[in-house]
């Protein structure tokens, strides 16, 4: 019975003290428990501040509406630099005078917006035409609200019911109505130039140093976009 009893108190013991020797490592581990964090997120990699789907809007300027913007994904990134609307899967602009008529339809494969700046960046195939049957096609194109005009240093072709120009430089108003090319080649109505009748079915116009003047450069920050 002694025996019992002893071994009983041992069992005991050795019971209370693994339990009291667990307590004391646990708090041992959690109190020399390092913590492990990530290196900090760079700017360049941060995910968007707002994502939207479905997008069909009316945007204002200066208090009057402007445009209509329909698309299917609207990223809003205020973290980046500079900050940017980003318009992965395409976007298609309305473009309204003071009374709410329709003067443009814009359209795009992706677009970019910088805010601070009002520049819009259009990549893809861009295309514009305006109430009076022009019709814009390029691959990049610059659309400065600032400055209210569109701009671009690629290719661009521009067709009206009476003539088609394709050059390297481009440069517009908002409304397309006032337009310039330059380096530029294509077919014109005879009454359009002086000279004879292959010169006015063929003109070309190589003017390379007017490019400065009426062509701001794309902001190095943007080109890579």
């Given amino acids: 019975m002694k025996s019992f009893r002893a071994h009983l108190f041992s069992l005991r013991t050795f019971l209370a003290l693994a339990f009291v020797a667990s307590q004391v490592l646990t708090v041992v581990s959690?109190?020399?428990?390092?913590?492990h964090t990530a290196g900090a997120i760079n700017p360049e990699d941060s995910v968007s501040m707002m994502t939207s789907y479905g997008v069909n809007t009316l945007i204002s300027d200066s208090g009057v509406i402007k445009y209509r913007i329909v698309t299917e994904r609207w990223d809003v990134n205020t973290v980046r630099r500079p900050s940017r609307w980003?318009?992965?899967?395409?976007?298609?602009?309305?473009?309204?005078?003071?009374?709410?008529?329709?003067?443009?339809?814009?359209?795009?494969?992706t677009a970019w917006y910088f805010d601070k700046e009002r520049l819009w960046k259009l990549r893809g195939r861009v295309n514009i035409r305006n109430v009076k049957g022009l019709i814009y096609t390029s691959e990049e194109l610059y659309w400065d609200g600032m400055k209210h005009e569109f701009y671009s240093t690629v290719f661009s072709r521009v067709v009206?019911?009476?003539?088609?120009?394709?050059?390297?430089?481009?440069?517009?108003?908002?409304?397309?109505?006032?337009?310039?090319?330059?380096?530029?080649?294509?077919?014109?109505?005879?009454?359009?130039?002086?000279?004879?009748?292959?010169?006015?079915?063929?003109?070309?116009?190589?003017?390379?140093?007017?490019?400065?003047?009426?062509?701001?450069?794309?902001?190095?920050?943007?080109?890579?976009?």
Avoid at 30 to 35: D, L, V
């Fill in 30 to 35: 959690c109190s020399e428990a390092q913590e």
């Fill in 160 to 225: 009206t019911p009476e003539r088609t120009m394709e050059g390297t430089y481009f440069r517009s108003d908002e409304k397309m109505d006032h337009y310039l090319v330059t380096n530029s080649k294509g077919s014109f109505m005879a009454s359009d130039v002086d000279g004879s009748e292959e010169e006015s079915q063929s003109a070309t116009e190589p003017t390379d140093t007017l490019v400065e003047e009426y062509v701001r450069p794309a902001p190095e920050k943007h080109r890579s976009n």
């Fill in 86 to 109: 980003e318009f992965m899967k395409g976007i298609f602009f309305e473009q309204f005078d003071e009374q709410f008529h329709v003067q443009a339809y814009i359209q795009a494969d």
